[in-house]
């Protein structure tokens, strides 16, 4: 196969937001296979889209291509701190909005999920994708709407996920009871999810004596190391993962560029190993 560059799109969002939501598209720039090309929705999108630089387009450049499509923010950050927040976290077990440790807004998942079927529009009206083999991939916060919407109810407009890291410790791992108590009592995930985390999160972890910081960080050393691979484990036990990936040697932040990269590759160079068909 001959190789191929990549052209870009950007579709911001209407809105009356603040910072308002915005779709960057990579797109092969050859003719797609018959179906279409194989499509990778990311969370982060500012962070995934830079991930994805011309380094890495270029070392994908000989293989049958994937369309990336960073769902990012209408701002220079690499990541919208509050906006992130907000939108991937999920709420208390009533339903109800929650705070973060940093005493941001959060709990909003269901809001946010609730406009993907108008994003995947927008953006599968610019590239000609193939919707069987339609992905999700999420870091952190991000890993914890992948969850979420992996036992969620109704059809998935995906095909299979990733779960990068997810934050597990999230609300005092309440969010993380649920998990595995839907899964004990039987639940099915809707899509099968891979999951991705760095072998030196633990050892390598922030630390800060800023007091607004506490919270945060008893939270998150509160969860015990093994809590990934059991969720993992739990979802191989349901049919529903191919298991975990570690990265060894890689902190939390270091895994976000990791395994955004490692997984549009596979899907770009169709190395096989993804999670769904």
Partial sequence: ?????????EVPLPGTAA???????LIPDQAPPPGGFPVLYALDGNAAFQDIDAPVRARCAEG????LVALGAEEPARFARLE????YTPPDAAGAPVLDPHGRPAGGAAAFEALLP??????EAL?????ARRFLWG???GGLFVLRHALGQGPSPFAGAIAASPALWWDHQRFLTTLKAQLESGARPRIPVQFHTGGAEKARATRSLKPEARAFMEMRDALPETALPELACAFRRAGASDGLTVFPGLSHGETFSRSIRESWRALALDEGGFPGP
């Avoid at 992130?84 to 939108?87: I, K, L, Q, S, V």
């Avoid at 590239?127 to 919707?131: K, Q, S």
């Fill in 1 to 9: 196969m001959p190789p191929h560059g990549y052209r870009t799109a």
């Fill in 19 to 25: 910072v308002r939501i915005v779709l960057r598209l």
């Fill in 64 to 67: 049958p291509g994937a369309v």
């Fill in 84 to 87: 992130r927040t907000r939108d």
């Fill in 118 to 123: 108008d994003l995947v529009a927008r953006a």
């Fill in 127 to 131: 590239a000609p994708v193939n919707p």
């Fill in 139 to 141: 870091h952190s916060y």
